[in-house]
């Protein structure tokens, strides 16, 4: 793990990169907010937490880090190591955490619950979606309060990491750290209801459904070797897609409202 501070004292706002090695754009930000340092109002560290698997451009290296909290200093597992030294480095902060996916090629948002701090945060930050993920975040980061993460764009994509950029900026300006860089706007909030598992053994996965928008009852949303995957109730899909899970297509989830520029946490009824 390796941690940076721009300004003076005790940092209690952090931005984490690499908490999958194989996801780049985390760490491209934080490389591209250091060349050009900001002047900052209040301190901040910036972690690139898994250095070995993003050195090996592997997701981890024993276990995946986002399911490792929180930890074991004794553990012979590298990422339980890191999970605890991780935790922490982060207690007492209000946290932006950095990632990538295959599913969705625009900026969305997880936390473990819509609250007040994390709901302005996610109002100011230009994310598409706010993702609730209750109790599907056991052994992740999000898991902790002030968690903010950040899905930023297609795993490996220039785009992903000019994304994180802007949203660690736009983070660091809803946090006091630099100038708010952008006004706070409308977004929706989605929550998970359930992982969409996918039968092991197959050759070719598809996904027809869009992440974030309604499938209805009956609706075909998958395919397993042209076997079709038919959605028993209404569900909006999230972090669904052909390949980037092992046993899951994915999540359904529901909607529940939207995070507000008016104020703080969920308004209901949209």
């Excluded at 109002?123 to 993702?131: G, H, K, P, R």
């Excluded at 903010?148 to 802007?166: I, K, L, M, P, W």
């Excluded at 100038?179 to 929706?188: C, G, L, M």
Aim: charge should be negative; hydrophobic fraction near 40%; proline fraction near 7%.
């Amino acid at each position: 793990m390796r941690v940076h501070q721009l300004g003076d004292g005790d940092p209690d706002v952090a931005v984490v990169a690499a908490v999958h090695g194989d996801e780049p754009c985390g760490e491209r930000a934080v490389a591209r907010l250091l060349a050009d340092p900001p002047v900052v109002s209040r301190p901040v560290k910036l972690v690139v937490a898994n250095e070995l698997a993003s050195d090996r451009d592997d997701r981890y290296v024993d276990e995946d880090l986002n399911r490792a909290f929180p930890g074991d200093p004794a553990a012979t597992s590298h990422e339980a190591r890191l999970a605890a030294a991780l935790e922490r480095e982060l207690d007492g902060c209000t946290t932006l955490a950095l990632h990538s996916t295959q599913s969705y090629g625009d900026p969305f948002a997880l936390v473990d619950a819509v609250g007040e701090e994390t709901g302005a945060i996610c109002a100011a930050l230009s994310i598409d979606a706010v993702v609730e993920t209750g109790p599907f975040a056991d052994g992740r980061l999000i898991s902790y309060p002030r968690t903010v993460e950040v899905e930023c764009g297609y795993q490996g994509s220039d785009s992903a990491a000019d994304n994180a950029f802007r949203l660690v900026r736009e983070f660091l300006g809803a946090t006091g750290v630099l100038p708010a860089s952008s006004t706070p706007r409308d977004v929706p909030v989605f929550r998970f209801t359930e992982r969409v598992s996918k039968p092991a053994g197959r050759e070719e996965y598809e996904v027809f459904a869009e992440n974030f928008e309604r499938v209805a009852e009956g609706e075909t949303f998958a395919a397993a070797d042209g076997d079709p995957w038919v959605a028993k109730e209404e569900f909006y899909p999230v972090l669904m897609s052909p390949y980037g899970y092992e046993r899951v297509f994915g999540y359904a989830g529901e909607r529940v409202g939207s995070v507000s520029a008016a104020g703080p946490g969920v308004s209901a009824g949209d």
